[in-house]
């Protein structure tokens, strides 16, 4: 039998292993891009920023509702926030996988 | 504990309190130990207790009697948190690197293995056998500007002797039974003797057996004495 703090951390690796998976898979449900806003002789109008291809396209949107405006802001936040907790999790699968390497298989 | 963890929970309850549902929830799980500090008022005796895990539970005593609809998945997305669905089942979880969040509800009757529905939270909550045990006697301890409440240290830990029985890995086994063994020690280091027996005397036979079941098992005849227990019960 494992030891009960190895048995915490290897339940521990199990959860970061789903989360890096649920992570990865809210950063790919997230709308593609960012908005841009030009103004021109007094009108905004926006163009959508997204890399295609490794390069970074302007897609030209025009005027934009505010619904559309508030779901590119929210995407924007979002997505910063899963990538740091990717990243975040990422570290703890390596944190985890080198305590638990030993002679007991995880 | 890391303290961007503490303020994470410390996050999630104030948005519950503030949505005004918290006071539908127990507080249980290992997080329980860390709050019992606040109870103790003594850090070294919770210093003996304090392997936890991310794991975050919430237990509704009576999910049917919120009146609130509160979009919980919503109210916690800004922070990171994830919804994932476990299992086969479906059972709703909510992931952040720092908490896992679950909402569990007593099992009555013959019992099912199927999430049990709270439409009003957004939620579902996974039913299990003996919560009702942490609900017959709590306690609330006082963070900020707000309650939470916890079940009181006699019955977590006389629930922990219970659980830890039927645990299916045995490493979560023993990490239960030391905690709540350690409890029990506190208690009665802090003169609760009076309290655990109350506690024990509040359930069913048993329920009791298996409490003496798992006091034999972690070798603590001296705690059984002292509770003035034995295997004739």
């Known amino acids: 039998m494992r030891g009960v703090i190895k048995g915490v951390l290897a339940e521990e690796l199990q959860n970061s292993l789903r989360m890096k998976k649920e992570y990865e898979a809210a950063l790919r449900s997230l709308p593609k891009g960012c908005l841009s806003a030009k103004k021109i002789r007094g009108h905004e109008y926006f163009y959508l920023v997204k890399r295609v291809n490794g390069k970074v396209r302007y897609f030209y949107k025009g005027k934009i509702s505010d619904a559309e405006k508030k779901k590119y802001d929210e995407a924007k936040k979002l997505r910063a926030k899963y990538r740091k907790h990717l990243s975040q999790v990422k570290k703890q699968i390596k944190f985890l996988r080198g305590s638990l390497r030993g002679k007991e298989a995880v | ?233």
């Not at chain 2, 948005?15 to 997080?31: H, M, P, Q, T, V």
């Not at chain 2, 005796?45 to 979009?71: C, W």
């Not at chain 2, 009665?188 to 003797?193: N, V």
């Not at chain 2, 048993?206 to 295997?231: C, D, F, H, P, V």
Request: net charge positive; glycine share 4%; proline share 4%.
């Open chain 2, 1 to 233: 504990m890391e303290k961007k963890q503490y303020d994470l929970c410390i996050e999630i309850l104030r948005r519950f309190n503030k949505a005004g549902i918290l006071d539908n929830f127990i507080l249980i799980g290992s997080w329980c130990l860390y709050f019992y500090e606040e109870y103790f008022q003594d850090k070294e005796y919770t210093r003996r207790l304090s392997l936890m895990t991310r794991d975050i539970d919430f237990l509704i005593e009576h999910p049917r009697k919120i009146q609130q609809q509160v979009d919980i998945p919503e109210l916690l997305k800004d922070l990171g948190f994830v919804t994932i669905f476990k299992g086969s089942k479906g059972y709703i979880k909510l992931d952040h690197p720092d908490l896992l969040l679950e909402f569990l509800v007593p099992e009555k009757g013959k019992g099912t293995d199927k999430p049990y529905p709270l439409p009003m939270l957004g939620m579902n909550a996974v039913t299990l056998r003996f919560l009702d045990f942490l609900t017959t006697n709590t306690i609330k301890i006082k963070l900020e500007d707000f309650y939470l409440t916890l079940p009181h240290p006699a019955n977590f830990a006389l629930h922990k002797l219970i659980i830890f029985q039927r645990r299916a890995r045995e490493e979560k086994a023993l990490k239960d039974r030391n905690a709540a063994v350690e409890l029990l020690k506190i208690l009665i280091d802090k003169d609760e003797l009076a309290t655990l027996k109350h506690a024990l005397g509040s359930i069913p036979m048993k329920w009791q057996r298996k409490i003496i079941k798992g006091l034999e098992l972690a070798e603590e005849n001296g705690i059984i004495k002292l509770l003035n227990l034995s295997n004739s019960h």
